[in-house]
């Protein structure tokens, strides 16, 4: 669609999925584009755990905002505010200015539209320790820490003055969080400890360990009972413990302190348990959700409705031309998932509504996915396949496997991920480099 005038101002707060899709796919010659974020790249979270584990480049678990061709600006920042009346967003440079001496200076950017999709960030509940001693998983940077992490604990346990209970303790891996991040995480080390680690480290490898933590009664609350308990069958039977209703109290750098339990060692901690609010969805005057993750508000065309908006939204319930989606948002009275098949399906309906430049669209409806979870050894979960019925074994595997090249979004990633595969295959999994 061709455009007679000047381009609105379209700013875009986040680097997610959200803002990959519009970087990628908005009409630029209607907007002028900016993605402001503190992170230049958009990782392709389902893909992180197989990207740490050796099955393919880190590179090809992430996307650049940047792209030749991609006709919009990154801004290097975080967004502080957003002043709604005056149509701008207040924002601070994001950089180290400990470590470079570079101030983080704070600007302000005007709007015509307006797109928060900030994410999350990961929920420690506040456990003592956890931030300064536990892994997590949310970008490509936390995967790469989790290989040199695991190396690590593999050259220590290998010397000849570490004992075999030190060893023991050092490649003890404990996993807190039993959603489907959590486990399949645990299915990919797994896998590498059982093959290539035994090819690399045939002292050590036997001796690594797999502990996933959760305080519910079972792991993957999102399946049904037989799939949930086929999954703890199947981890158990390769080694992988699962404690459930399991409270951490505090952490320190060895030892988890477990409610009621007995004191256990580690060497690797991974905290994938939940999602909690940035301080931006925290401070703004807008409609938030209450209990739980906190999130913002929106009618089902993904406008922002008002602190004081009530059950039936109006016109004047709604702040003009700006939109919240992906993790950081909901749909009132919807309730919908923080996964990356959401923010998806949002961020095309919204540049679809945005590229028309009309309002009478219609509202936005989420079309169900089956839920797919990898848990090792060439076998997976299915919750809701197309004849309706609950499936696992390795078709459930193959569809897991299958979705990297639906979840990445360009030619370049996705050849990349079919040479890995064969490279793999033909040579093994190159993990001792980074």
């Known amino acids: 669609m061709a455009n007679d005038g000047p381009r609105e101002r379209l700013i875009v707060i986040g680097s997610g999925w959200v803002g990959l899709y519009i970087a990628q796919y908005i009409d630029t010659t209607i907007y002028s584009v900016s993605i402001v974020s503190p992170r230049r790249t958009s990782a392709y979270t389902p893909l992180l755990a197989s990207a740490a584990c050796g099955l393919f480049p ?21 967004a502080m505010d957003v002043d709604f009346d005056a149509r701008q967003v207040t924002c601070e440079a994001a950089f180290d ?4 001496g570079f101030p983080n200076r704070q600007f302000v950017l005007k709007y015509d539209k307006l797109v928060i999709c900030p994410g999350c ?37 290998s010397l000849p003055c570490t ?10 891996v404990a996993i807190v969080g039993g959603g489907p991040t959590g486990v399949e995480i ?18 050590v490898a036997p ?13 993957l609350g999102s399946y049904d009972q037989r799939l949930y308990e086929y999954a703890t069958e199947k981890m158990a039977k390769r080694g992988v413990h699962v404690s459930t209703n399991t409270v951490i109290k505090k952490v320190d750098r060895t030892t988890l302190h477990l409610k009621d339990q007995e004191s256990v060692p580690y060497g690797i901690l991974l905290w994938v348990a939940g999602n909690k609010s940035i301080p931006l969805v925290d401070t703004l005057n807008v409609k938030k959700t209450e209990g739980g993750l906190v999130r913002i508000l929106t009618d089902s065309r993904l406008r922002v409705q008002k602190s004081k908006s009530g059950l039936k939204t109006t016109p004047d319930d709604i702040y003009a031309n700006v939109f919240a989606l992906g993790d950081a948002a909901d749909i009132e009275g919807q309730s919908l998932p923080t996964t990356a098949e959401v923010a998806v399906q949002k961020a095309k309906y919204l540049v679809r509504h945005l590229n028309r ?48 090249w639906t979840w990445t979004r360009t ?15 033909l040579f093994g999994r190159d993990v001792m480099r980074l």
């Open 186 to 203: 645990t299915a990919e080390l797994s896998d590498l400890a059982q093959n290539e680690l035994k090819d690399f480290y045939p002292a």
């Open 357 to 404: 430049r009309h309002e009478d669209n219609k509202p936005f409806v989420f079309s169900t996915k089956r839920l797919v979870t990898y848990i090792g050894a060439h076998d997976g979960i299915i919750e809701g396949s197309a004849a309706g019925e609950a499936l696992s074994g390795q078709k459930a595997w193959l569809s897991w496997r299958s979705g990297s």
């Open 58 to 78: 880190f590179s090809l678990a992430e996307e650049s905002i940047r792209a030749k061709g991609r006709h919009c600006d990154f801004i290097k920042a975080n």
């Open 207 to 219: 001796l690594i360990h797999i502990t996933i933590y959760d305080v519910a009664s079972h792991i």
């Open 121 to 157: 960030q990961t929920n420690t509940f506040g456990t003592p320790g956890v931030a300064e001693h536990a892994l997590f998983m949310k970008h490509v940077s936390d995967a790469m820490a989790l290989r040199k992490k695991l190396f690590d604990q593999l050259e220590k346990a």
């Open 411 to 425: 030619w370049r990633n996705w050849v990349g991920l079919l040479w890995a595969y064969v490279m793999n295959f």
């Open 163 to 172: 004992p075999t209970e030190e060893a023991s303790a050092l490649l003890h």
């Open 97 to 100: 200015e400990k470590t470079d």
